[in-house]
C-alpha cells in the first residue's frame, strides 16, 4: 500500500484545515486508518484513528477539535481540524493496518503561525 498526505501548510491561531491521505495498491486490505504527529525532538504520538466499521478515536490533545473519516470507495482519509493551536504545528503523518502489516506515509508539515 502506498499513502500520500496532502493539505498541509501554514495556517493562522484559530483557523482549521484539511488533511486528506490518499491510499492506492492493495487498499482493500486495510481496516485501520489513523493520524499521527511528530515535531522534532519528541516521539510520534496518535492524532486520531478510524476502523473500517466507522468508528473512531482521538487523542485527548484534539478531542472536540478533530473529526477523522475515511472514504472507502475512494481509499481516501480526512481530517479536519478547528481552533488550531501553535502547539498543533507538527508533521502528518498517515498510518494504515493491514493485519499485521502495516505502511507509513511520507508526513505533510503543519505549521500554526501568523
Known amino acids: 500500500v502506498q499513502l500520500v498526505e496532502s493539505g498541509g501548510g501554514l495556517v493562522q491561531p484559530g483557523g482549521s484545515l484539511r488533511l486528506s491521505c490518499a491510499a492506492s495498491g492493495n487498499a482493500f486490505r486495510i481496516n485501520v486508518m489513523g493520524w499521527y504527529r511528530q515535531t522534532p525532538g519528541k516521539r510520534r504520538e496518535l492524532v486520531a484513528t478510524i476502523d473500517d466499521s466507522g468508528k473512531a478515536t482521538y487523542a485527548d490533545s484534539v478531542e472536540g477539535r478533530a473529526t477523522i473519516a475515511r472514504d472507502s470507495t475512494l481509499n481516501t482519509m480526512y481530517l479536519w481540524l478547528i481552533k488550531l493551536e501553535p502547539d498543533d504545528t507538527a508533521v502528518y503523518y498517515c498510518?494504515?493496518?493491514?493485519?499485521?502489516?502495516?505502511?507509513w506515509g511520507q508526513g505533510t508539515l503543519v505549521t500554526v503561525g501568523s
Open positions: 498510518h494504515v493496518e493491514m493485519g499485521n502489516l502495516e505502511a
